[in-house]
């Protein structure tokens, strides 16, 4: 079968959908990646066929621009803990209509959206697999009857939160009925001759990369599989320092590839973070970006360019970073304890569920995030073997969840059962599927 791959451009978006990617080719279906040209190289570099559609998103700058009021919607921990009561509808619509907005629809600007629809009608895909965010491909599936799927890289907090908004909106009256998310599809799908389909925000069903314990119950068709780490536009190296194993604990400390890759920050004051790190009898090996200057640091701080987490997490005995997916994922996978940093939406959210199942601890933004109390922090976590424990569990949990080669038979059936005609060309124009 034909699979298109379609993500927004940004590389830790797009990086835990490659394994799949590859898993898919190994089997011997033919797959495309699309995505804006931004991300063309980072699609080659892993191998795989790229479809360059639309213009760059500009979605950096416009976040920046509007990040007093998109953040603060979402930095308050009892939302991002699922407590129902606090999400009420007036909540729910100003999110929803402000991350319209400001995010999906910058991201899936109308070029790329333009694009996609006509690649996925000349080459007629049978599938669609979509970041959860690109919601130009569930439009590219709908319009061309292609099955479609949302790929996860974190827990389902969008859905999650949509449908409790749906079940808030239902018994408003017609006219008050505001959903951005929908309008703003409506608007999309109809420019190339289609109708709104719930499906076009859900897909027909999810592939979820989380651990059981992490993943949200959602009126949803689900097909668990375990992430696999994937390095990305980085260089995978083995360095030479990392072949023998570390005298004394060895701590990664990292912001991850969003700080790498984007303008927006992954940890702050680095420097003093390592110096207060640096006073524990530790080894710490920190990525930092290269060219970034740092004053001198104590002799048990390593400080790299890069390095892939895969390699250097089996040795460690904790991890420090920004509560990213990608690397909360991967510590997760070798059962590495975790020091979460993190300040706003899902990354508070992994980070909060992370320290309910002892797998680690979170320190919020404000005092508790002051150098000498990330050391303290850091301290407890290697001095407590429960949190060893918790994260072995997580990794247990995660290793039990089938391999992408192991989900691909599943998804042969599913898209076999899913795909249809095609809803967005006049009737009599639309060339056989072949």
Not at 85 to 101: P, Q
Not at 395 to 412: G, I
Request: net charge negative; with cysteine.
């Amino acid at each position: 079968m034909r699979v298109l791959v379609t993500s927004f451009a940004m590389d830790a978006h797009f990086n835990g959908m490659v394994p799949l990617a590859w898993a898919l080719r190994t089997a011997g279906h033919e797959v495309r990646v699309a995505s804006q040209p931004a991300l063309t190289p980072s699609i080659a570099r892993a191998g795989l066929t790229a479809v360059p559609v639309g213009d760059d998103h500009q979605v950096e700058q416009v976040m920046t621009a509007a990040a007093p009021g998109v953040f603060a919607l979402h930095q308050n921990p009892d939302y991002l803990e699922g407590r129902p009561e606090l999400l009420d509808l007036d909540f729910l619509e100003s999110s929803t209509t402000m991350l319209t907005a400001m995010f999906y629809a910058q991201i899936n600007n109308d070029s790329m959206v333009d694009e996609m629809v006509a690649f996925s009608r000349w080459w007629r895909p049978d599938l669609v697999i979509w970041e959860p965010f690109t919601f130009a491909g569930a439009v590219a599936a709908h319009v061309t009857g292609a099955a479609h799927a949302r790929l996860l890289w974190g827990p389902d907090l969008f859905l999650q939160v949509y449908q409790r908004f749906q079940r808030l909106l239902a018994p408003q009256p017609p006219e008050l009925r505001d959903d951005a998310v929908r309008d703003w599809l409506t608007w999309t799908l109809g420019r190339h001759g289609a109708e709104f389909s719930p499906e076009v925000v859900t897909g027909h069903w999810t592939i979820d990369q989380m651990p059981a314990s992490v993943r949200f119950e959602l009126d949803q068709p689900l097909v668990p599989m375990r992430y696999i780490p994937y390095n990305g536009p980085l260089p995978a190296v083995v360095p030479s320092w990392s072949r023998t194993d570390p005298a004394r604990p060895r701590v990664c400390v990292t912001g991850g590839m969003t700080e790498r890759t984007t303008g927006f920050s992954g940890l702050d004051a680095v420097a003093d973070l390592l110096e207060a790190i640096a006073e524990l009898d530790v080894e710490v090996i920190a990525t930092v970006k290269a060219g970034e200057r740092m004053r001198p640091l104590p002799g048990n701080v390593r400080v790299v360019d890069s390095v892939p987490l895969h390699v250097v997490l089996p040795s460690c005995d904790a991890v420090v970073h920004h509560g990213g997916a990608g690397t909360w994922a991967s510590a997760a996978l070798y059962g590495v304890p975790q020091l979460a940093l993190a300040w706003q939406w899902d990354d508070v959210f992994r980070a909060l569920r992370l320290e309910k199942l002892g797998a680690g601890m979170y320190l919020p933004p404000g005092p508790a995030r002051q150098a000498s109390a990330v050391r303290d922090g850091l301290a407890h976590l290697l001095d407590d073997s429960s949190f060893r424990a918790g994260a072995a569990k997580i990794r247990e949990e995660m290793l039990d969840c089938p391999t992408p080669n192991e989900v691909v038979p599943a998804l042969e059936d599913l898209t076999a059962a899913h795909r249809g005609a095609p809803s967005g060309i006049p009737a009599g124009t639309a060339a056989a599927r072949r």
